[in-house]
């Protein structure tokens, strides 16, 4: 294995805009880091429970049933396009609909409609860290590895959502920001849905 190469797959998909990110950056700016930290928590288990799921299909998955990731596309890029929705929409206060959103359970959930992180864990375990006569258990430190960067990057952007709302009390620029992250996840799905 190209170590070089695997980390820079991994620091560069892992820390550049996508669904996690942006929806943590925008949690950040209107809830803080703290009242984020149960979604950014979803995230992670979501992420480490999504790896283990590519560790065993990352094999048979693409022989088997290919088809499988055209729907994972397209209930991805639809379930991100909602995120984009809301975040556009989202008050300038900590209002419960805020914080009805940024809970566990909506965290956990974008990770198993997260094409982006499905494709990721595959890529990963079908080139860089596939070997069929590997035992199960030991991808195991990889994926521990690999939700550590997870939570890295989720709270580096949930931080800087915290820190532009620090220094926002402008209201025509935080909408401004909002349609930013919104059109960051649109284009996302866009890209899921390979029009770029």
């Not at 979803?42 to 088997?64: P, Q, R, Y």
């Not at 929705?85 to 008050?91: D, N, Q, R």
């Not at 690999?146 to 935080?174: D, H, P």
């Amino acid at each position: 294995m190209n170590l070089v190469a695997f980390l820079s797959f991994i620091f560069i998909t892992t820390y550049t805009p996508g669904p996690n990110n942006i929806t943590c950056a925008s949690f950040g700016m209107h809830l803080g880091y703290k009242q984020t930290f149960s979604f950014i928590l979803g995230i992670v288990a979501g992420f480490f429970s999504v790896m283990w799921i590519c560790v065993l299909l990352s094999s048979v998955l693409l022989e088997v049933a290919p088809f499988i990731n055209n729907y994972l596309k397209y209930i991805g890029a639809a379930y991100i396009l909602w995120l984009a929705y809301h975040t556009l929409k989202a008050s300038y206060t900590s209002s419960s609909e805020i914080k009805e959103l940024a809970k566990f359970s909506r965290g956990f959930l974008l990770q198993m409609v997260n094409p982006k992180g499905i494709f990721y864990g595959m890529t990963i375990f079908t080139t860089f860290l596939y070997n069929p006569n590997k035992q199960l258990l030991s991808h195991a430190p990889w994926i521990f590895v690999l939700a550590l960067v997870c939570f890295s990057s989720v709270s580096v952007w949930t931080l800087f959502g915290n820190f532009i709302q620090k220094y926002m009390q402008n209201r025509t620029l935080k909408k401004a920001i909002n349609i930013i992250l919104s059109l960051g996840l649109v284009y996302t799905a866009l890209q899921i849905m390979d029009f770029f």
